[in-house]
């Protein structure tokens, strides 16, 4: 049940990165990075989708993803449909192998150690989603900042939770 709902949150906000993306006009303003700004959208859009791919796809269902981190920050304006595919990969990635996933899974030590510490595999997939929800939001801020567009992308709207029911 708990991968249900790591699940339903990945891919929320997976589509959520596909919409951030799409909302920037001009392609090339992803890949501004203003004054005191350390990434573009761009390069943490492949790196969130590369830390799925190869964290979940890779290290838990097997799908042979080779992962090349550098990349993710030193590419340069990389098409946006390029990068549009990679979080559509990562999206199944996930939906795939959680699928497969038992919650007894969630308490085995992850498959290799992550930042010279060993954890559970739940812990570490509670992690991951956090980790996407704090690059999604400079993703958001950035978009705001660069294109001048401060409206809003439907982000992390808990409607879109695999629980979700209209309230009575």
């Not at 990389?78 to 959680?98: D, G, H």
Request: hydrophobic residues 40%; without cysteine; neutral net charge.
């Amino acid at each position: 049940m708990v991968l249900d709902y790591i699940s339903g949150i990945l891919t929320r906000d997976l589509q959520t990165l596909r919409n951030e993306l799409e909302a920037y006009k001009n392609e090339q303003d992803m890949w501004q990075v203003p004054p005191g700004i350390t990434n573009s959208a761009g390069n943490l859009a492949m790196h969130l989708a590369g830390n799925l791919l190869y964290f979940i796809g890779a290290q838990l269902g097997g799908t042979g993803y080779v992962r090349n981190r550098d990349a993710e920050f030193s590419r340069k304006d990389v098409p946006r449909k390029e990068i549009l595919e990679q979080i559509e990969a990562a999206s199944a990635a996930v939906e795939r192998t959680l699928a497969k996933m038992s919650d007894k899974d969630l308490i085995r030590p992850y498959r290799q150690p992550v930042g010279s510490v060993e954890l559970t595999t739940g812990d570490f997939l509670i992690h991951l989603a956090a980790h996407f929800t704090y690059h999604l939001g400079q993703i958001d801020y950035h978009r705001r900042i660069v294109t001048g567009d401060g409206g809003p992308v439907r982000a992390l709207a808990v409607a879109e939770l695999k629980s979700a029911k209209p309230a009575k």
